[in-house]
């Protein structure tokens, strides 16, 4: 389970990383704020949004096959699968997509979907956890049930007369 909250871990934060990184880019292009555009395009910015887009998409990708082993999670990690092969696809071809005037709906699209990998890293993670604990607790009272089992036979063995302790 462990590995599971890591692995979570470093894909929501690639991912806060790569959505603050794109809001930023997209905050310069006012013209007010052309000073800080310039700094960004010095520094690479959309490189840095993509390898950590990516990096997040890869981590769902390995959340998402980690969760489809279990099975009350399978749906969810199909999900996680496809939408770890949708993001970086959508994120890499959208500035052909509506170029113009409207392409700022495809912007915000692309916002919404980041988010909601987000999103759907943390509820893999949390449904993954409550399927293992569910069968940690289900193999404990298994166990509890069985010493107990095996405690009554044995002073039922002991309690008989003729029988020494």
Do not use: C
Request: net charge positive; no cysteine; proline share 2%.
């Amino acid at each position: 389970m462990r590995v599971v909250r890591i692995i979570s871990l470093i894909a929501r934060l690639a991912l806060m990383v790569t959505l603050v990184l794109g809001l930023l880019y997209w905050i310069a292009q006012i013209p007010a704020l052309r000073m800080v555009l310039t700094l960004l395009v010095q520094i690479h910015a959309t490189s840095i949004h993509e390898g950590f887009g990516l990096t997040g998409a890869l981590f769902l990708l390995v959340l998402s096959v980690m969760a489809g082993r279990s099975r009350g999670a399978r749906w969810l990690a199909l999900l996680g699968v496809l939408y770890a092969f949708l993001l970086p696809a959508f994120g890499l071809t959208q500035a052909q997509i509506l170029v113009g005037n409207l392409h700022w709906l495809i912007q915000i699209v692309h916002l919404l979907f980041g988010i909601g990998a987000m999103y759907l890293a943390l509820l893999i993670e949390k449904r993954y956890q409550q399927l293992k604990r569910g069968s940690q607790s289900a193999s404990h009272r298994s166990r509890v049930a069985l010493q107990a089992e095996r405690h009554k036979g044995g002073e039922d063995y002991a309690s008989k007369p003729g029988r020494a302790s």
